[in-house]
């Protein structure tokens, strides 16, 4: 996270162990087939979304996980999992890390755990770690040349806890993010959704926006039912517990945010409207405006639609002079 190279300036090479395989006369600078922006791997449940990968000092880039092996091996509990950069710069990112070493209470009762991921909580329980019959599958994925989607289905990480638990992306190029999460529980509960980030969120009623060396990530959050906003930098384990006596200076702190339902409900629908604008640049000029369970947005020539209710079979229904689409629940 947060390492930004200038690719002009540092040009691949041929280090010592790949030069024991390679040719010596590989020449890194012959152009190379260009790259696709969006890929997914369901084999393992990964995908990612890009505004330009071919170029990474301004590209806007998500990373998504809904994984069939579960929080085994190094894999967590972190199913529909998200991590957002802009130019290499980490906004959306992971709340812990392995500290102070694998294995230690900071580690397996939290940094492994889904309250340390950009997940999703059911009455404050995550999904279940350390089983590999638990986990997420991607359940639909398309790319196009203004849009990249993914969508992933987690109920099976929760147990018996949900019914429903898919999140759709939606990424509209360059600097639009949709994610829209479906919920569903056998039984009334409140649901908690969860970003974390390097430094504090700024939020402002239903606003949240996140900061990181010169970029700027701004969320508009809705949902079918009312929601509470909060953040704190307080970590739920010691990064020290266990470990009385340790000299090694604790991990910086993250911030964590929560948005939580105000009533029990066995449905929900959350939806997030992100607009990303990376140093020097502009904010996107994006109208956004709320009539009941609809959320309405005009981005350029561009015209979508977010559904609220979780009654409706659709979820984002798009516009634009590329054409149509509807993505359904």
Avoid at 11 to 22: A, F, K, M, N
Wanted: hydrophobic letters at 35%; a negative charge.
């Amino acid at each position: 996270a947060d390492k930004v190279v200038d690719t002009d300036e540092h040009r691949s090479e041929v280090h010592p162990y790949p030069g024991i395989l390679l040719p010596d006369d590989l020449d890194t600078n012959q152009p190379t087939e260009p790259l696709d922006n969006d890929k997914v791997f369901r084999g393992i449940g990964w995908a990612a979304l890009h505004s330009d990968i071919s170029k990474p000092k301004d590209d806007f880039m998500v990373m998504f996980r809904s994984s069939p092996y579960g929080g085994v091996s190094h894999g967590h509990a972190s199913q529909n999992d998200i991590a957002i950069m802009k130019g290499g710069r980490a906004l959306i990112c992971a709340g812990g890390e392995r500290f102070p070493q694998h294995g230690t209470p900071f580690h397996n009762e939290y940094a492994q755990q889904s309250i340390s991921h950009n997940c999703i909580l059911v009455n404050g329980q995550g999904a279940i770690n350390r089983d590999g019959n638990k986990g997420g599958e991607i359940v639909d994925f398309f790319t196009q040349e203004q849009f990249g989607y993914v969508c992933g289905e987690a109920e099976n990480a929760y147990g018996d806890l949900m019914t429903k638990s898919r999140r759709h992306l939606l990424l509209i190029r360059p600097s639009i993010l949709v994610i829209v999460d479906d919920l569903a529980t056998p039984e009334p509960a409140n649901f908690q959704w969860l970003l974390h980030a390097f430094e504090k969120f700024d939020i402002n009623d239903s606003t949240v926006v996140s900061k990181r060396k010169g970029a700027t990530l701004t969320g508009n959050v809705y949902a079918s039912t009312n929601l509470s906003i909060s953040q704190t930098d307080a970590w739920p384990v010691a990064p020290d517990k266990g470990f009385p006596t340790l000299t090694k200076p604790l991990p910086p702190k993250r911030w964590h945010l929560t948005a939580e339902t105000n009533e029990q409900t066995n449905q929900c629908r959350i939806a997030t409207l992100f607009t990303v604008q990376g140093p020097g640049e502009e904010a996107p000029s994006i109208n956004i405006q709320q009539e009941g369970d609809r959320v309405q947005f005009e981005y350029n020539t561009l015209r979508g639609q977010i559904s609220l209710s979780p009654n409706a079979s659709g979820v984002i229904m798009i516009d634009s002079d590329q054409g149509g689409f509807e993505i359904a629940s």
